[in-house]
């Protein structure tokens, strides 16, 4: 069983920034893709930002040049650097963690952000 904790969430005004945190419990970090998704109020969840075991990134277009996804395997954790926040961006964010080929799938709590106008 893995367990995920997110931190970071607030409120902030448009234009500012914040840092995302997601710690995950198990030994299986190092070797899983990890996600960033967010769900706004009557939205579906989307997809933010991922990033696999190696390293390799995807954005969605619409934080692509503005959030950074990293990973530090040594801390079990991922990160969401946002910057140039806009309104649009107000969502709860949730963490993932994947693992295709042993059937993998975890979730964190989510974490609310808030951006003002």
């Known amino acids: 069983q893995v367990q995920l904790v997110e931190s970071g969430g607030g409120l902030v005004q448009a234009g500012g920034s914040l840092r995302l945190s997601c710690v995950a419990s198990g030994s299986i970090f190092s070797i899983a893709a990890m996600g960033w998704y967010r769900q706004a109020p009557g939205k579906q969840r989307e997809l933010v930002a991922r990033?696999?075991?190696?390293?390799?990134?995807n954005y969605a277009d619409s934080v692509k040049a503005r959030f950074t996804i990293s990973r530090d395997n040594r801390k079990n954790t991922v990160y969401l650097q946002m910057n140039s926040l806009k309104p649009e961006d107000t969502a709860v964010y949730y963490c993932?963690?994947?693992?295709?080929?042993?059937?993998?799938?975890?979730w964190g709590q989510g974490t609310q952000v808030t951006v003002s106008s």
């Open positions: 993932n963690l994947a693992h295709t080929g042993l059937g993998l799938n975890y």
């Open positions: 990033i696999t075991s190696s390293g390799r990134t």
